[in-house]
């Protein structure tokens, strides 16, 4: 299995514009997270599926911050429009359930790293 | 609230001694405890878990320890080296409402192995 793959790998775009992230689990994995890393406020939990429908949207900073998952292989985190304190790394993360209501270790993919100029 | 405090932020040690990481977490209902490993530029990956009814796990030469009474758990290297340098972090599991739970993370604690 390739893992989970997230593209692109490296953004740099300007304040105002939209961004798409995307990512694609790991085939059978029915739970998939999005997270952001700064060095300020560390691993930040923004949203998760399962089996394709939100479970857990809480942490999505503002409205100008979407994601969706329109099938088990993909999805995508959307900034619209990007401003430069968005700037991070964003990670996908799957996983699936290893016991009744037991998920297993999460797989990270290797991220995409967003500045907003 | 949901809150993993981790402990230290950094720590540095002499190759060949036992490195110790803690956290703590804010709800007793937590069950699910990973550590994970970040290199420089590379993504978190997952070292090591351990779940409620379990009070120690070993592997190797990485072992965690929980005490669900008072709420902590710890990451324990023992014969470090330098390719043990990084960033780690430990989560805990909140339970959310129709029986699902997302993961916490602590800040992260940034190991260097000295030869």
């Known amino acids: 299995d390739a893992g989970v793959i997230q593209s692109p790998r490296h953004e740099v775009t300007e304040m105002g514009q939209e961004v798409t992230l995307r990512c694609k689990p790991i085939?059978?994995?029915?739970?998939l997270f999005w997270y952001r890393q700064t060095m300020m406020r560390g691993l930040e939990l923004l949203i998760y599926f399962n089996n394709n429908v939100p479970i857990d949207d809480s942490g999505m900073p503002e409205d100008r911050f979407s994601a969706k998952m329109p099938n088990a292989s993909f999805s995508t985190l959307k900034i619209q429009p990007s401003e430069p304190r968005d700037s991070a790394v964003y990670f996908c993360?799957?996983?699936?359930?290893?016991?009744?209501?037991?998920?297993?270790?999460?797989?990270f993919g290797s991220g995409t790293r967003l500045t907003v100029v | 609230g949901e809150n993993v405090e981790q402990h230290p932020s950094t720590l540095s040690v002499q190759e060949g001694d036992s490195a110790v990481i803690k956290c703590t977490y804010s709800?007793?209902?937590?069950?699910?405890f990973p550590w994970y490993k970040q290199e420089l530029g590379k993504r978190p990956q997952l070292i090591i878990d351990?779940?409620?009814?379990?009070g120690e796990k070993k592997d190797q030469r990485i072992a965690v320890t929980l005490n669900k009474t008072a709420k902590h758990f710890s990451l324990h290297i023992t014969e470090t080296q330098p390719e043990d340098s990084a960033v780690y972090f430990c989560a805990a599991s909140f339970p959310l409402s129709g029986g699902y739970n997302k993961l916490i993370f602590g800040a992260g604690t940034r190991l260097a192995v000295h030869p």
């Open positions: 709800d007793s209902a937590s069950n699910y």
């Open positions: 085939s059978g994995h029915d739970y």
């Open positions: 993360a799957s996983t699936t359930e290893v016991g009744v209501s037991a998920l297993g270790g999460y797989t």
């Open positions: 351990i779940r409620s009814n379990v």
